[in-house]
């Protein structure tokens, strides 16, 4: 399975910009990336995920590294809220039986301070 | 709004006794999942019902069990909790797109199991 490596924790200020880095460097050409949060006593929930092109919705944005070996997710005004842990998660799309449940690995701890 | 919804948020249990933890959603998803998550740990798929059809991971101990009698409702069973299955347990759902792959996943708040 193609894994994603995650700093363990990173810090930013509130109301800045805050870009969320991942590694997966063994990426197949089937995997998207998605990228999940879970904030404190909550169930994780869907932030955003993308194949090769950059991807913006209301929560944030996805870039995606021309080799896709590594993937951003930029955060664009932090708030108090965006305290979670973020998990980069590969997912292969070939078919259901082909591996695509979610495969959650350490995350990144994100504090934001007022 | 629809969800996903689990009962209770908090369960504690005896070592050895079995327990239920009940997720139902109102979605109308066909997929529902089951994750374990440990303290300080990333949430770990146990199995997962696809429909009506169960798959395990291949990992998931026997211990734990699960029902998924129609679309709205899923349970998972532990037949005789240990102290190591103190844990958060977190349904999930999502909705088959009809291409082969699951759209994106849906979770409810956890059950908090603790094991005396």
């Known amino acids: 399975d193609a894994k994603t490596t995650q700093p363990n924790s990173m810090e930013s200020n509130e109301e800045e910009p805050v870009h969320l880095p991942c590694n997966h460097s063994?990426?197949?050409?089937?995997?998207?990336i998605h990228w999940y949060r879970q904030l404190p006593s909550q169930g994780p929930e869907y932030v955003i995920h993308g194949l090769t092109s950059n991807v913006n919705n209301r929560m944030a944005s996805l870039a995606i590294a021309e080799d896709r070996k590594s993937s951003t997710l930029i955060l664009h005004r932090a708030t108090l809220r965006d305290a979670a842990v973020y998990y980069c998660i590969l997912r292969d799309v070939r078919g259901y039986n082909a591996g695509n449940m979610l495969t959650f690995g350490g995350g990144t701890r994100l504090m934001v301070k007022p | 709004d629809a969800m996903v919804i689990q009962n209770p948020r908090y369960q504690v249990t005896q070592f050895g006794k079995p327990v239920t933890l009940s997720c139902s959603q109102t979605?109308?998803?066909?997929?529902m999942y089951w994750y374990q998550q440990k303290s300080s740990q990333a949430p770990k798929l146990l199995f997962h019902y696809y429909d009506k059809d169960f798959n395990n991971e291949a990992d998931t101990p026997d211990n734990f069990q699960s029902r998924r009698p129609n679309t709205s409702f899923c349970f998972l069973d532990i037949r005789s909790p240990g102290l190591g299955d103190a844990a958060m347990y977190l349904c999930?759902?999502?909705?088959?797109?009809?291409?082969?792959?699951?759209?994106?996943?849906?979770f409810g708040p956890g059950t908090r199991l603790t094991v005396l």
């Open positions: 979605l109308n998803h066909n997929v």
């Open positions: 063994t990426i197949s050409g089937t995997d998207y």
């Open positions: 999930a759902t999502s909705r088959d797109l009809g291409t082969g792959d699951t759209d994106t996943q849906y």
